[in-house]
């Protein structure tokens, strides 16, 4: 049983590659062992329909109730004689290499189409995520954005109760509030350690950043109204591009 309509995706994660590279869709694919990396015989076919919002998690659950019933369809087939094999072209295949947690780090020079679809592609693992300084900021759901931007690539050109908008190598990028997640304003509110506040405040400062730009990438990773034990900073100031060159994830496009 096969996460992919082979020969498309062959390897071990063609669910978030198909994802990432944009394909339609997508589906199961009952198939013959043998020597070679999933290039057996296919026997049978399911298609699903890869869905704008759907990310890594949904689609493998939908998948997998796909191939439950795709073999036993296929056991039927099989039991009345009416099973066969359909060789597959080598020259249409791709590569879905194993996953790993620094093809996460997103590049905010590539395409805010290709950034929204890594982040959905990865979720929930390896995930995605940017570095500012020593401090790691996760981003769960983002959508790109018809909104062009002049801004360097990693800038945050605004912020709304709708989410934060960052400017990329082509478009906008919005990082999506996380549903469900919990308020900062009670008595429950985040407290950091007084080190991880105090390291961040003195690499704003030496940087020599605004106070705007730095409280809303600190918010990212915080939240509004987090603040160290025992001090009123409620963070740092900031102003340079969140940003650092690295590459996404190179998965072919779809045909």
């Not at 498309?8 to 994802?19: C, E, F, M, V």
């Not at 295949?93 to 290709?114: P, Q, V």
Request: hydrophobic share 40%; proline share 5%; charged share 25%.
């Amino acid at each position: 049983i096969h996460a992919s309509l082979l020969p498309r995706w062959r390897g071990a994660a063609p669910i978030q590659r198909a994802i990432a590279a944009g394909d339609a869709e997508t589906g199961i694919t009952i198939m013959q062992m043998d020597e070679g990396l999933d290039t057996g015989a296919m026997l049978l076919k399911s298609l699903t329909t890869i869905e704008d919002n759907d990310t890594g998690g949904s689609l493998h659950d939908r998948l997998a109730e796909l191939g439950g019933q795709a073999i036993i369809k296929a056991l039927e087939l099989l039991q009345k004689g009416e099973l066969t094999g359909e060789f597959q072209n080598d020259q249409l295949a791709c590569y879905a290499s194993k996953l790993s947690k620094t093809e996460g780090h997103i590049d905010w020079a590539a395409d805010a189409i290709a950034i929204e679809r890594l982040v959905r592609a990865f979720n929930p693992w390896p995930g995605t995520y940017t570095d500012l300084g020593d401090q790691r900021i996760r981003i769960h759901e983002a959508q790109a954005l018809v909104t062009a931007s002049d801004a360097f690539p990693g800038t945050v050109v605004q912020r709304d109760r709708d989410g934060i908008d960052i400017a990329c190598g082509n478009g906008t990028l919005r990082k999506l509030p996380v549903v469900g997640r919990a308020s900062y304003d009670g008595p429950d509110a985040v407290r950091l350690d007084a080190g991880v506040v105090d390291r961040a405040c003195k690499f704003f400062e030496e940087i020599e950043v605004s106070n705007a730009l730095a409280m809303a990438l600190w918010s990212i990773a915080t939240g509004p109204r987090a603040t160290r034990a025992g001090s009123s900073r409620t963070g740092p100031r900031y102003q340079r591009p969140l940003y650092r060159e690295q590459s996404v994830v190179d998965c072919a496009p779809a045909p």
